[in-house]
C-alpha cells in the first residue's frame, strides 16, 4: 500500500500571499486531517475532512481552509500568509475505528 | 478538554543504556494513547498505541509503554538505546470515540533523545 505523500516538500512565500498544498491519502483511509508544527513544538489540529466535508476543525482562523476530494486527496490553503505561519504542515489519514493516523512528510513553509 | 505534558524537553544518554521517555495527560473521558517519533526533516512515524485492553504496550524498534490510569501516564521506555533512536518524540492523546466524529490529535511539546556513543 501507499503512504502518504505531500507536496510540495519545502516553499517560501511573502507576506500577504497565499498558498496551496497538496496531500495523497493512504490507500484505503477516508479521513484526511492537516496539522502545523511550529519549529520546536508539537504538532497542532488545524482541520479533518470525511467524505469531503469538514467535520472538525481546530483554533484557527478561517483563512486557513481545505478541500478533499472524492479520490481522498487533499488539499490547505491558506490565504494572506503572515510570518508566523512558517511552519511545517502535516497531512494524516485514516479509516477511524483506531484512532490511528498516519502521517506524510510535511510541507515547510516559510513566509518572508 | 485533553492536554499533554512531557516532563523532559530533552534526554542525553549514553548508548546501550537503558531510556524513559515521560508523558503525562488529562481528560475527562476515556482516550486513546500514542507515541510518535520525528527524525529531522521527516514527517512522523507511530512507535506504538494504546486503544484498550493490556496496560503494556509494545512498539516497533523495541520500544514499549506503560498505560496507568491512576497516574494518568504513559511513559515510554527502552532497555538498550542506539544512536540510531536519536530523534524527537511526541506523545499524543485523542478522545476520538467521544469527539463527535472526529479524530483530533493533541500532542506534546516533544521530547528530544539524544544518544551519545
Known amino acids: 500500500e501507499t503512504g502518504v505523500t505531500q507536496s510540495p516538500t519545502h516553499l517560501i512565500k511573502t507576506r500577504g500571499q497565499q498558498v496551496t498544498l497538496r496531500c495523497s491519502s493512504q490507500?484505503?483511509?477516508?479521513?484526511v486531517s492537516w496539522y502545523q508544527q511550529a519549529l520546536g513544538q508539537g504538532p497542532q489540529f488545524i482541520f479533518q475532512y470525511y467524505r469531503e466535508e469538514e467535520n472538525g476543525r481546530g483554533n484557527f482562523p478561517p483563512r486557513f481552509s481545505g478541500l478533499q476530494f472524492p479520490n481522498y486527496s487533499s488539499e490547505l490553503n491558506v490565504n494572506a500568509l503572515e510570518l508566523d505561519d512558517s511552519a511545517l504542515y502535516l497531512c494524516a489519514s485514516g479509516s477511524g475505528g483506531s484512532g490511528e493516523l498516519f502521517f506524510g512528510e510535511g510541507s515547510r513553509l516559510t513566509v518572508l | 478538554a485533553q492536554s499533554v505534558t512531557q516532563l523532559d524537553s530533552q534526554v542525553p544518554v549514553f548508548e546501550e543504556a537503558p531510556v524513559e521517555l515521560r508523558c503525562n495527560y488529562s481528560s475527562s473521558v476515556s482516550v486513546y494513547l500514542f507515541w510518535y517519533v520525528q527524525y529531522p526533516n521527516q514527517g512522523l512515524q507511530l512507535l506504538l498505541k494504546y486503544l484498550s485492553g493490556s496496560t503494556l504496550v509494545k512498539g516497533i524498534n523495541g520500544f514499549e509503554a506503560e498505560f496507568n490510569k491512576s497516574q494518568t501516564s504513559f511513559h515510554l521506555r527502552k532497555p538498550s538505546v542506539h544512536i540510531s533512536d536519536t530523534a524527537e518524540y511526541f506523545c499524543?492523546?485523542?478522545?476520538?470515540?467521544?469527539?463527535?466524529?472526529?479524530?483530533?490529535?493533541?500532542f506534546g511539546a516533544g521530547t528530544r533523545l539524544a544518544v551519545h556513543p
Open positions: 490507500s484505503g483511509h477516508n479521513t
Open positions: 499524543a492523546v485523542s478522545d476520538y470515540p467521544y469527539s463527535g466524529g472526529y479524530n483530533k490529535l493533541i
